[in-house]
């Protein structure tokens, strides 16, 4: 199939992509990858009147540091982050979660704002930035705000940027020393959507769990963070007893879809199994952060 017909623009600035948004009142869609809102407009799931593509915008594929944070900008791609040195060194979680991205032609086109911004619950980079507790800079006729990812994710495909506004960058804070992680996965096929998926960064200080973080993808609507399954882990620390607790805890929190690929009820034990799972691999792991 074709898509619609629509009006397509080219901006060489973040400015006049803004004003074009503007212009069309929530009838223009943005262009970064293109993985996800070209399909959909081949199958007419989606019908802009107008197409605005940032790809000819400079600045918006950096990576940095700064302050102790790790900026991407929305336009990096992700076989570009994959290799990264300084997401390998700094984010580890990430350079895991972006190999289990969707086939290599996906990840070489896609972007990582183009992932969040589209935000499908099955895919892994908003689990990891939930997992990582990142946050996005977005700008509008207004300017410039951020957004803390507990705050983006409204409903599938859904997020709380206005229809004038550009996720410009991605924030994470830099992995602390002594922290570990893992990404459990179940999908029909490797580089499928994930049914299910969990997040595990761990940080401990000998036998205790300083900080435990565990994220989601595919269960609910959203990807969420179990933060009472954290609790657990980081009050109880990461003995056998503790990680089955957090992870009984981690399926009565979610609330999970029913669709074609899987129950809810499966998607709930899920839950528990890859909680498990990604909690063992990250505390048994040799490859803990060292500064």
Known sequence: M?????????????????????????????????????????????????????NRIPGLARIDAADGA????????????????????????????????????????????????????????????????????VRGPQGERLIAAADLFIAPLTTALEPDEILTEVRFPAAPPGSSHAIEEFARRKGDFAIAAIAVMLVRDGERCTTARIATAGIGPVAVRLRDSEAILEERGLGEQAIAAAAQRAAELVEPMADHNASADFRRHLTGVLTRRAVLKARDRSDVRTG
């Open 2 to 54: 074709k898509p619609a017909k629509f009006e397509y623009h080219c901006p060489a600035t973040v400015d006049e992509a803004i004003a074009l948004l503007g212009q069309y009142q929530g009838e223009a869609r943005l262009l970064a990858g293109g993985q996800s809102l070209v399909p959909m407009m081949n199958f007419r799931l989606a019908t802009p009147a107008a197409i605005v593509d940032l």
């Open 70 to 137: 790790i900026g991407i900008g929305a336009m990096a791609r992700q076989r570009q982050l994959e290799f990264a040195p300084l997401v390998a060194q700094q984010l580890p979680l990430l350079t895991e979660g972006l190999r289990w991205v969707g086939h290599l032609p996906t990840r070489t086109r896609g972007t990582i704002g183009g992932s969040i911004a589209h935000a499908d619950p099955a895919a892994e980079i908003p689990m990891v930035l939930q997992a990582l507790a990142g946050e996005v800079a």
